[in-house]
Protein backbone atom coordinates (compact mmCIF):
# COMPACT_ATOMS: atom_id res chain seq x y z
CA UNK A 1 0.00 0.00 0.00
CA UNK A 2 1.19 3.66 -0.82
CA UNK A 3 -0.45 5.68 2.11
CA UNK A 4 -0.60 3.31 4.60
CA UNK A 5 1.33 1.58 6.93
CA UNK A 6 1.69 -0.98 10.04
CA UNK A 7 0.01 -1.57 12.05
CA UNK A 8 2.92 -1.22 14.36
CA UNK A 9 3.61 -0.83 18.03
CA UNK A 10 4.24 2.27 18.75
CA UNK A 11 6.11 3.58 22.17
CA UNK A 12 3.42 6.04 22.51
CA UNK A 13 0.31 4.60 21.23
CA UNK A 14 0.50 1.34 21.22
CA UNK A 15 -0.70 -0.88 18.03
CA UNK A 16 -0.99 1.74 15.71
CA UNK A 17 -2.47 2.07 11.71
CA UNK A 18 -0.32 4.72 10.29
CA UNK A 19 -1.36 6.95 7.59
CA UNK A 20 1.05 8.80 5.10
CA UNK A 21 -0.15 12.30 3.80
CA UNK A 22 3.03 14.16 2.49
CA UNK A 23 5.86 12.61 0.02
CA UNK A 24 9.24 12.08 1.27
CA UNK A 25 10.05 14.77 2.60
CA UNK A 26 8.31 17.74 2.47
CA UNK A 27 7.53 19.03 5.87
CA UNK A 28 7.79 22.59 7.52
CA UNK A 29 10.54 22.31 9.21
CA UNK A 30 14.30 20.41 8.83
CA UNK A 31 14.87 19.25 12.34
CA UNK A 32 18.85 17.92 13.13
CA UNK A 33 17.15 15.05 14.96
CA UNK A 34 14.68 14.02 12.55
CA UNK A 35 14.60 10.04 12.25
CA UNK A 36 13.71 10.17 8.58
CA UNK A 37 16.07 12.53 6.92
CA UNK A 38 16.89 15.82 5.45
CA UNK A 39 14.10 17.88 4.38
CA UNK A 40 13.97 17.89 0.59
CA UNK A 41 11.09 20.26 0.80
CA UNK A 42 10.52 22.55 3.88
CA UNK A 43 7.76 24.59 2.90
CA UNK A 44 4.36 25.88 4.62
CA UNK A 45 2.15 25.95 2.41
CA UNK A 46 -1.10 23.49 2.01
CA UNK A 47 -1.76 21.30 -1.02
CA UNK A 48 -3.34 17.68 -1.69
CA UNK A 49 -0.18 15.86 -1.88
CA UNK A 50 -1.54 12.34 -1.86
CA UNK A 51 -5.03 11.80 -3.77
CA UNK A 52 -8.02 11.53 -0.86
CA UNK A 53 -9.64 9.04 -2.72
CA UNK A 54 -6.65 6.81 -2.94
CA UNK A 55 -5.99 7.28 1.10
CA UNK A 56 -10.00 6.18 1.28
CA UNK A 57 -9.80 3.35 -0.67
CA UNK A 58 -6.40 1.95 1.02
CA UNK A 59 -8.45 2.99 4.48
CA UNK A 60 -11.21 0.81 3.19
CA UNK A 61 -9.79 -2.00 2.12
CA UNK A 62 -7.42 -2.68 5.28
CA UNK A 63 -10.25 -2.02 8.10
CA UNK A 64 -13.03 -4.08 6.47
CA UNK A 65 -10.80 -6.65 8.23
CA UNK A 66 -11.63 -5.10 11.64
CA UNK A 67 -8.58 -5.36 12.86
CA UNK A 68 -7.74 -4.60 16.60
CA UNK A 69 -5.35 -1.67 16.56
CA UNK A 70 -5.31 1.51 18.97
CA UNK A 71 -5.12 3.91 16.83
CA UNK A 72 -5.07 5.03 13.19
CA UNK A 73 -2.16 7.41 13.13
CA UNK A 74 -1.44 10.65 10.87
CA UNK A 75 2.35 10.39 10.38
CA UNK A 76 4.85 9.32 7.89
CA UNK A 77 7.47 11.00 6.28
CA UNK A 78 6.46 14.68 6.74
CA UNK A 79 4.27 16.85 8.28
CA UNK A 80 0.45 15.66 8.00
CA UNK A 81 -1.39 19.06 8.67
CA UNK A 82 0.70 20.65 5.35
CA UNK A 83 -2.48 17.98 3.80
CA UNK A 84 -5.02 20.47 2.65
CA UNK A 85 -7.55 18.06 2.85
CA UNK A 86 -6.73 16.13 6.40
CA UNK A 87 -9.87 17.36 7.74
CA UNK A 88 -12.33 15.73 5.18
CA UNK A 89 -10.07 12.65 6.08
CA UNK A 90 -10.77 13.37 9.50
CA UNK A 91 -14.46 13.85 9.16
CA UNK A 92 -14.46 10.34 7.02
CA UNK A 93 -12.83 8.31 10.02
CA UNK A 94 -15.30 9.33 12.31
CA UNK A 95 -18.35 8.89 10.45
CA UNK A 96 -17.83 5.65 8.55
CA UNK A 97 -15.30 3.87 11.26
CA UNK A 98 -15.63 5.17 14.68
CA UNK A 99 -15.03 1.94 16.53
CA UNK A 100 -11.01 3.76 15.99
CA UNK A 101 -9.22 6.45 18.21
CA UNK A 102 -7.55 8.76 15.81
CA UNK A 103 -4.36 10.23 16.63
CA UNK A 104 -1.74 13.01 15.09
CA UNK A 105 1.98 13.31 15.14
CA UNK A 106 2.35 17.07 14.60
CA UNK A 107 5.52 19.67 14.78
CA UNK A 108 2.39 22.12 15.73
CA UNK A 109 3.88 24.50 12.93
CA UNK A 110 0.35 25.10 11.36
CA UNK A 111 -1.98 24.66 14.77
CA UNK A 112 -1.87 28.54 15.01
CA UNK A 113 -4.21 28.85 11.70
CA UNK A 114 -7.63 28.22 12.51
CA UNK A 115 -9.05 26.32 10.08
CA UNK A 116 -5.74 23.89 10.65
CA UNK A 117 -6.96 23.94 13.96
CA UNK A 118 -10.64 23.25 13.69
CA UNK A 119 -9.82 20.28 11.26
CA UNK A 120 -7.70 18.79 13.91
CA UNK A 121 -10.63 18.86 17.01
CA UNK A 122 -12.23 15.79 16.16
CA UNK A 123 -8.85 14.21 16.64
CA UNK A 124 -9.05 11.58 20.05
CA UNK A 125 -5.07 12.67 21.20
CA UNK A 126 -2.89 15.38 19.60
CA UNK A 127 0.69 14.56 20.38
CA UNK A 128 2.45 18.02 19.27
CA UNK A 129 6.29 18.91 19.62
CA UNK A 130 7.41 21.22 21.53
CA UNK A 131 11.56 21.40 21.40
CA UNK A 132 12.77 24.54 22.75
CA UNK A 133 11.57 27.46 25.44
CA UNK A 134 13.91 30.32 23.24
CA UNK A 135 13.63 31.40 19.79
CA UNK A 136 17.35 31.04 19.17
CA UNK A 137 17.01 27.04 20.38
CA UNK A 138 14.12 26.39 18.08
CA UNK A 139 16.05 28.26 14.97
CA UNK A 140 19.17 26.18 15.11
CA UNK A 141 17.21 22.43 16.55
CA UNK A 142 14.13 22.49 14.48
CA UNK A 143 15.68 24.84 11.25
CA UNK A 144 12.05 26.01 10.74
CA UNK A 145 10.75 26.85 7.09
CA UNK A 146 11.14 31.25 6.58
CA UNK A 147 8.15 32.45 8.33
CA UNK A 148 8.00 30.02 10.99
CA UNK A 149 8.27 31.23 14.77
CA UNK A 150 8.81 29.84 18.18
CA UNK A 151 5.76 32.25 18.77
CA UNK A 152 3.72 30.53 15.73
CA UNK A 153 4.48 27.35 17.92
CA UNK A 154 3.31 28.40 21.29
CA UNK A 155 0.03 30.48 19.44
CA UNK A 156 -1.08 27.30 18.26
CA UNK A 157 -0.67 24.77 20.94
CA UNK A 158 -2.23 27.07 23.68
CA UNK A 159 -5.11 27.54 21.23
CA UNK A 160 -6.02 24.07 21.02
CA UNK A 161 -5.53 23.61 24.70
CA UNK A 162 -8.37 26.05 25.22
CA UNK A 163 -10.06 24.52 22.53
CA UNK A 164 -9.40 20.90 22.34
CA UNK A 165 -12.31 17.80 22.96
CA UNK A 166 -9.63 14.99 22.90
CA UNK A 167 -6.31 14.47 24.93
CA UNK A 168 -3.10 16.33 23.80
CA UNK A 169 0.16 14.93 25.00
CA UNK A 170 3.28 17.19 24.28
CA UNK A 171 6.69 15.87 23.30
CA UNK A 172 10.01 17.55 23.72
CA UNK A 173 12.93 15.65 22.25
CA UNK A 174 16.30 16.47 23.47
CA UNK A 175 19.43 16.64 21.66
CA UNK A 176 23.10 16.91 23.68
CA UNK A 177 24.60 20.60 24.32
CA UNK A 178 21.27 22.02 22.29
CA UNK A 179 18.20 21.93 24.33
CA UNK A 180 19.24 20.12 27.15
CA UNK A 181 20.83 22.93 29.45
CA UNK A 182 19.53 24.15 32.81
CA UNK A 183 18.34 27.57 31.42
CA UNK A 184 17.08 26.27 28.31
CA UNK A 185 15.12 23.29 30.43
CA UNK A 186 13.72 25.32 33.22
CA UNK A 187 12.22 27.78 29.59
CA UNK A 188 10.72 24.53 28.28
CA UNK A 189 9.12 23.48 31.92
CA UNK A 190 7.86 27.18 32.15
CA UNK A 191 5.83 26.79 28.90
CA UNK A 192 4.49 23.09 29.60
CA UNK A 193 3.09 23.83 33.39
CA UNK A 194 1.43 27.14 31.49
CA UNK A 195 0.13 24.91 28.79
CA UNK A 196 -0.92 21.77 31.00
CA UNK A 197 -1.35 19.05 28.81
CA UNK A 198 -2.84 15.86 29.36
CA UNK A 199 0.74 14.70 29.39
CA UNK A 200 4.16 15.98 28.91
CA UNK A 201 6.62 13.64 27.20
CA UNK A 202 10.23 13.25 27.54
CA UNK A 203 12.07 11.91 24.32
CA UNK A 204 16.04 11.86 22.78
CA UNK A 205 17.72 10.90 19.85
CA UNK A 206 17.41 6.83 19.45
CA UNK A 207 17.45 6.15 15.48
CA UNK A 208 19.81 7.97 13.50
CA UNK A 209 19.19 11.57 13.01
CA UNK A 210 19.62 13.32 10.05
CA UNK A 211 22.20 15.24 10.72
CA UNK A 212 25.06 13.99 13.53
CA UNK A 213 23.58 14.80 16.87
CA UNK A 214 23.43 12.68 20.44
CA UNK A 215 21.08 11.69 22.46
CA UNK A 216 20.92 11.90 26.40
CA UNK A 217 20.81 9.10 28.44
CA UNK A 218 17.74 7.97 30.97
CA UNK A 219 19.63 9.52 34.04
CA UNK A 220 19.85 12.73 32.34
CA UNK A 221 16.06 12.08 30.82
CA UNK A 222 15.28 11.88 34.50
CA UNK A 223 16.96 14.55 35.88
CA UNK A 224 15.32 17.00 33.35
CA UNK A 225 12.22 15.35 34.91
CA UNK A 226 13.27 16.20 37.93
CA UNK A 227 13.87 19.72 37.70
CA UNK A 228 11.04 20.58 35.86
CA UNK A 229 8.18 18.73 38.50
CA UNK A 230 4.86 18.51 36.27
CA UNK A 231 3.35 15.92 37.72
CA UNK A 232 2.24 14.09 34.33
CA UNK A 233 5.67 14.04 32.66
CA UNK A 234 6.66 10.68 31.59
CA UNK A 235 9.99 9.14 29.87
CA UNK A 236 9.21 7.46 26.58
CA UNK A 237 9.98 3.67 27.14
CA UNK A 238 10.41 1.14 24.42
CA UNK A 239 7.75 -1.78 24.92
CA UNK A 240 6.84 -5.08 23.12
CA UNK A 241 4.29 -5.79 20.49
CA UNK A 242 1.81 -8.71 20.65
CA UNK A 243 3.25 -11.41 18.41
CA UNK A 244 1.58 -12.41 15.43
CA UNK A 245 1.86 -14.85 12.50
CA UNK A 246 2.86 -13.31 9.36
CA UNK A 247 3.84 -14.92 5.76
CA UNK A 248 7.22 -14.00 4.81
CA UNK A 249 6.65 -12.19 1.84
CA UNK A 250 4.02 -9.74 3.59
CA UNK A 251 6.82 -9.88 6.39
CA UNK A 252 9.19 -8.50 4.06
CA UNK A 253 7.05 -5.61 2.87
CA UNK A 254 5.99 -4.64 6.71
CA UNK A 255 9.41 -4.51 7.26
CA UNK A 256 10.22 -2.46 4.43
CA UNK A 257 7.41 -0.07 4.94
CA UNK A 258 8.40 0.28 8.68
CA UNK A 259 11.94 1.00 7.53
CA UNK A 260 11.58 3.59 5.03
CA UNK A 261 10.17 5.77 7.24
CA UNK A 262 12.55 5.62 9.98
CA UNK A 263 15.71 3.29 10.76
CA UNK A 264 15.13 0.54 13.32
CA UNK A 265 17.39 -2.33 15.25
CA UNK A 266 16.45 -5.52 14.04
CA UNK A 267 15.48 -6.39 17.94
CA UNK A 268 12.70 -3.19 17.42
CA UNK A 269 11.22 -4.20 14.32
CA UNK A 270 10.81 -7.77 15.74
CA UNK A 271 8.91 -6.06 18.80
CA UNK A 272 6.78 -4.23 16.52
CA UNK A 273 5.81 -6.74 14.26
CA UNK A 274 5.58 -9.34 17.06
CA UNK A 275 7.85 -11.86 14.94
CA UNK A 276 11.05 -13.43 16.09
CA UNK A 277 14.38 -12.17 15.73
CA UNK A 278 15.73 -14.73 13.82
CA UNK A 279 12.57 -14.16 10.96
CA UNK A 280 13.37 -10.46 11.12
CA UNK A 281 17.14 -10.99 10.21
CA UNK A 282 15.81 -13.71 7.26
CA UNK A 283 13.42 -11.11 5.89
CA UNK A 284 16.49 -8.51 6.41
CA UNK A 285 19.01 -10.44 4.36
CA UNK A 286 16.65 -10.76 1.62
CA UNK A 287 15.85 -7.34 1.42
CA UNK A 288 19.74 -6.22 1.48
CA UNK A 289 20.16 -8.48 -1.71
CA UNK A 290 16.96 -7.11 -3.09
CA UNK A 291 18.84 -3.86 -2.37
CA UNK A 292 15.92 -2.50 -1.01
CA UNK A 293 17.43 -2.03 2.55
CA UNK A 294 20.70 -0.94 4.09
CA UNK A 295 22.48 -1.30 7.71
CA UNK A 296 23.52 1.63 9.17
CA UNK A 297 25.47 2.22 12.30
CA UNK A 298 24.23 4.51 15.15
CA UNK A 299 25.67 4.35 18.73
CA UNK A 300 27.55 1.33 17.53
CA UNK A 301 24.58 -0.15 17.02
CA UNK A 302 23.27 -1.35 13.47
CA UNK A 303 19.94 -0.23 11.95
CA UNK A 304 18.12 -0.90 9.17
CA UNK A 305 17.38 1.61 6.80
CA UNK A 306 15.19 1.71 3.40
CA UNK A 307 16.82 2.66 0.36
CA UNK A 308 14.59 5.45 -0.76
CA UNK A 309 14.29 5.84 -4.82
Not at 121 to 150: C, H, Q, W, Y
Not at 183 to 198: M, Y
Request: charged fraction near 30%.
Amino acid sequence: MKYIFGPVFSRRLGLSLGVDLVPYKVCSMDCLYCEVGATTEKTLKRAEYVPIEGVKSELEEYLSFKPEIDFITFSGYGEPTLYSRLGELVSYLKSEHPEYQLALLTNASLLHRDNVLEEILPIDVVLPSLDAGREETFKKLNRPAEGLSLKNILEGIEKLMERKKGKVWIETLFVKGINDSEEEVEKIGEIIKRLNPDRWQLNTVVRPPAFGVEGLSFEELNRIKEQVEFPRTEIIAHKKGKEVNLPFKELKEEILSLVSRRPCPVEEIADALGISTDEVMKAVEELKSEGKVQEVLFGGEPYVKGICG
